[in-house]
């Protein structure tokens, strides 16, 4: 059986329901499923980021200075490995000890109202006008059942524990984009 990350929300390469975003929506983190887990799975780790986000328009160092030039919008980690499944909405109460880290919203300081939504998920808030964000969810099958990373990590240190420990990764990539005002 092939490892697959799906959705009853999504469509692989379709576009993101409103209810997911930020942007017009509820900032709740959709519905994912995963089957064919490899041999000697022990946990899961789970992202969300979007390679598109013009960095100009937050106020942000430019390309190649954060992560990769990627906005993080979720990171979550030890997802047990007889976890198959999150609900609409598990950012915040993950199963069976998982745990989640600050996303990009962290980095732009206190003073910004993305702030508040810095530990967990994140939704899709692209600027209106801008060409329509990937956002790609990608699950890794990792041989341990702790990742070992601080709860105050952030993804080059997730980046960094991941070396050596996965068995597999599966990705769900989706758009989501606004109309200019």
Same mark, same amino acid.
């Given at each position: ?161 991941? *070396?050596? *420990? ?16």
């Amino acid at each position: 059986m092939t490892f697959a990350l799906t959705s009853p929300a999504l469509v692989e390469q379709g576009t993101m329901p409103d209810k997911y975003t930020l942007a017009k929506g509820e900032n709740t983190s959709p519905p994912l499923e995963w089957s064919g887990a490899p041999e000697g799975t022990q946990s899961f780790v789970l992202t969300c980021v979007d390679p598109d986000v013009p960095w100009g328009n937050f106020g942000l160092p430019g390309p190649g200075t954060l992560y990769g030039d990627l906005f993080i919008h979720w990171m979550a980690y030890d997802l047990p490995a007889n976890v198959a499944s999150l609900p609409a909405g598990a950012s915040g109460s993950l199963p069976g000890g998982a745990k989640e880290l600050d996303n990009t919203a962290a980095d732009f300081g206190s003073e910004s109202p993305f702030y508040q939504y810095r530990k967990g998920y994140i939704g899709c808030a692209p600027p209106p006008g801008d060409r329509a964000h990937r956002y790609i969810f990608t699950l890794y099958a990792l041989n341990t059942g702790s990742l070992g990373v601080a709860e105050s990590g952030r993804y080059n240190d997730l980046e960094e524990a991941l *070396k050596g *420990k996965v068995i597999a990764a599966t990705s769900l990539m989706v758009y989501f984009g606004q109309k200019a005002e």
